[in-house]
């Protein structure tokens, strides 16, 4: 209870010394800053390459010819009896993805990709994205570049843009029950074999194309709706090995499907086992290294704060504080500032990938893993420091404190 | 060891090094009795060991050599965490240069002791409440220390002091900062304390605060003489 109290009214004064505060908050923002956007970019760099590492693309082999292969098909005519269903998960792999796509009218071709995996599609790789980022929401569109779609604009009237930018809003046409608004977000170079389509490709997130489906007047059936490919991603841990295995015996199982004559899909696609270990290798070391960074500037941030409280240190331990008081009206106030701070970094961030719209991977980074990893990271490398740095002041008794005038 | 004697100290020595060999006996072979609420003051010229003897007795320092029997036990061989718990419950100080937390107003530098201890908020801030009263800076309750004068801050030091019901106050040139009037107000404040029961040690070069102490020694060269 004693404890309890002493924390609450710690947390509280640690505010008052607004000068102090607010320098240490702007310290620790920049701090958090910078490293939200180097995990975010190890994060998002590290999901496209562990994806890379981890996923095995199934290619529709018809894809594009007049008879392209269904969602009926592929769930329940594999030729070797490899039933994959939808969201399924196949043993040893963590997931299967699914993308799917129908044709909507005689110029669209309406894509559906996963939010949490935008990159498994196997012609969407970031570095494909000519501007802006994935759609991570219903009402968010990836488009071609170059596309041109007569659109129905907001009164209802049609519209032609040559070339819409980011953010331009549009509804689906007349084919829709209730239609929904949707806004561009990013622009993707169109890869080869869409080039040979004369349809428009559009990308929406799963759910927002099942909603397109469900409210479609043109009542779509199992049998039109398509598969584009199926990513398969493999179970284990990367770093641990097991994945590696995986990867293999997966790919092993899963060849049967692309061959015969009238096979569905195409052989197999996954990165080669000497590429990954060299990969893993890289992100293995940059994780060392952004954690090192971050400790040392919360260590160095820890002993600049007792630093600052040298004295009141002296003051409560001559009064009768234990160890573990001081530690908590120190810890209060390095808390507050980590908490606040990283509040301050992320929004800064948020703000600036809101006005350069510049990130690929994640866009909205308040609710993302990176945000949840940079404050774990942030916190977890302080922790050694600030153990470090308190028992050092604890160290010291307060009479050689007061001693140094 | 009288009844009414809340510290004795005996033989008390502490010694120096100073640069690589050179040792310096800052206190040397001193014999002490303290009784319980009374006002008692050790003076004597600058480096006559009397910051070293009060550090040593209330426990902030070791001694070389001697005994400190506090209640019938000998302190001065107990460990950091101990002596800390025994500050706590026994002992108040009050500083030369006040030492008040400046993030803190007056009322709470008062209550400040009190936090870590199973005490009910309320209980907290009625006893520092009753003790800003006593010292007479009722009107200063929220005031930063940065708004106070020297003689206000040291009479919330004395309070600050005061809150955990101590049973001996260790004061290290108290009025050392303050100007004659000041340190005449301060000084009649820590002897009307003693009334109920609370011994106060003043350690000051200035001989002209005698006349508030009931007993007083004087030190040179680590000796009372
Ligand atoms: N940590 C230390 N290391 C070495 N010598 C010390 C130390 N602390 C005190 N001394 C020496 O011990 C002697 C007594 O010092 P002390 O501070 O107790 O004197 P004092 O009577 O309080 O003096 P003042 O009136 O100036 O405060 C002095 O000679 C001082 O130099
Ligand atoms: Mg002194």
Redesign the pocket.
């Known amino acids: 209870m004693g404890q309890l109290k002493l924390l609450t009214k710690s947390i509280v004064f640690s505010t008052r010394s607004r000068r102090r505060f607010f320098t240490f908050v702007a310290v620790f923002a920049i701090l958090s800053g910078a490293t939200i956007i180097l995990i975010n970019y190890f994060d998002g760099f590290s999901r496209q390459e562990l994806l890379d590492q981890r996923g095995i693309v199934l290619k529709a082999s018809a894809f594009g010819t007049p008879s392209p292969l269904s969602l009926f098909e592929a769930e329940s005519n594999s030729p070797v009896g490899i039933g994959i269903n939808d969201g399924q998960t196949l043993a040893g792999a963590s997931k299967v993805i699914f993308y799917k796509y129908v044709d909507f009218g005689s110029t669209l071709r309406i894509f559906s990709m996963n939010p949490s995996y935008p990159w498994a599609f196997s012609d969407l790789k970031p570095s494909n994205l000519a501007k802006g980022h994935f759609p991570y929401s219903t009402h968010q569109v990836l488009v071609s570049e170059d596309i041109t779609m007569t659109l129905a604009d907001a009164e209802g009237g049609n519209q032609i843009y040559t070339k819409p930018g980011l953010g331009t809003l549009f509804t689906l046409g007349t084919a829709i029950t209730d239609p929904f608004e949707l806004k561009i977000s990013g622009i993707f170079k169109k890869p080869a074999v869409a080039e040979a389509d004369s349809r428009e490709w559009i990308f929406l997130t799963e759910k927002a194309f099942t909603t397109l489906i469900d409210e479609s007047h043109l009542d779509f059936t199992e049998n039109e709706i398509y598969i584009h490919s199926i990513t398969v991603i493999a179970g284990g841990d990367v770093f641990l090995g097991g994945t590696y295995t995986e990867v293999d015996r997966l790919a092993a199982e899963l060849r049967p499907l692309s061959q015969g004559g009238s096979a569905n899909f195409n052989e197999p696609l996954f990165t080669p086992k000497s590429e990954k270990n060299e990969l893993r290798n890289m992100m293995f070391l940059s994780l060392i290294f952004g954690l090192f960074g971050t400790f040392v500037v919360s260590t160095l941030y820890s002993y600049l704060i007792t630093r600052f409280r040298r004295r009141e240190v002296a003051v409560l331990k001559a009064m009768g504080y234990s160890k573990w008081s001081v530690r908590i009206v120190v810890l209060s106030e390095i808390l507050v500032v980590a908490i606040t701070g990283f509040a301050f970094g992320l929004l800064g961030i948020q703000a600036f990938l809101y006005l350069t719209r510049s990130s690929a991977y994640v866009f909205n980074i308040v609710f993302s893993s990176t945000a949840l990893l940079s404050f774990l990271a942030v916190v977890l490398s302080s922790v050694p420091g600030f153990i470090l740095i308190t028992t050092r002041i604890l160290g010291v008794r307060p009479i050689e404190i007061f001693?140094q005038k | 060891m009288s009844s009414n004697t809340l510290i004795e100290a005996k033989n008390l020595t502490k010694e120096?090094i100073?640069g690589r060999k050179e040792v310096?006996v800052?206190v040397n072979d001193v014999d002490l009795e303290i009784p319980r609420g009374k006002l008692i003051m050790v003076t004597?010229p600058?480096?006559?060991?009397?910051?070293?003897?009060l550090n040593v007795l209330s426990g902030l320092d070791k001694p070389t050599e001697g005994k400190i029997i506090f209640s019938d036990e000998d302190i001065s061989g107990w460990e950091e965490e101990r002596l800390s718990k025994f500050r706590q419950e026994n002992i108040g100080f009050i500083f030369q240069n006040w030492e008040l937390i400046r993030t803190l107003t007056a009322l709470e530098n008062i209550e400040s002791p009190l936090y870590p201890l199973k005490i009910k908020s309320k209980e907290i801030r009625t006893r520092a409440i009753s003790l800003l009263k006593q010292v007479g800076l009722w009107d200063k309750v929220d005031n930063y220390p940065d708004e106070l004068s020297g003689g206000e801050q040291q009479r919330i030091g004395i309070a600050r002091a005061l809150v955990g019901k101590p049973k001996i106050i260790f004061a290290d040139?108290p009025t050392g900062n303050l100007d004659v009037d000041n340190a005449g107000s301060v000084m009649r404040l820590l002897k009307s304390f003693t009334k109920r029961d609370t011994a106060i040690l003043v350690?000051s070069?200035n001989e002209e605060l005698k006349k508030y102490s009931d007993k007083a020694f004087r030190?040179s060269n680590g000796r009372f003489i």
Not at chain 2, 46 to 53: I, P, Q, V
Request: proline share 0%; aromatic share 6%; net charge positive.
């Open positions: 001693r | 120096y100073r310096v800052a004597g600058s480096g006559s060991g009397k910051s070293t003897l040139e350690v070069h030190m």
